[in-house]
């Protein structure tokens, strides 16, 4: 089974203490990370990604083409948007619609 790094305690790099569980935030996300009491912080590394991953995508328009499939519309979702949001085959989506020309597709992250 693989070790869920979020149960460890790192020790700080600066003063060796133990660090405690944290949660921070980095561009508007709430991101796991570890403190010392030294002040010295630490990102969980799977957080951290998540966000590094969204800030080269946000505020670009990532064009996606409608196809058909048994008699329903389906939507392309370009692969970079799938990894980001690390979509799953089945997974099911929330449609929001938001105006005549817009709608927002929510995960369940
Ligand atoms: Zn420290």
Redesign the pocket.
């Known amino acids: 089974m693989k070790r869920d790094l979020w149960e460890g305690s790192p020790k700080?790099i600066?003063?060796k203490?133990t660090m405690k569980k944290a949660e921070v935030s980095l561009s508007g996300f709430r991101v796991r990370a570890w403190r010392?009491?030294?002040g010295?912080e630490l990102l969980h590394p799977i957080d951290a990604e998540k966000v590094f991953l969204f800030n080269k995508l946000k505020d670009r328009k990532i064009e996606a083409s409608v196809g058909m499939s048994n008699r329903s519309f389906i939507i392309r979702i370009p692969k970079e948007i799938a990894e980001t949001y690390k979509l799953q085959k089945g997974e099911k989506l929330e449609i929001v619609p938001e105006t005549p020309k817009k709608f927002l597709i929510e995960t369940g992250e």
């Open positions: 700080c600066k003063c203490k010392c009491s030294c010295e």
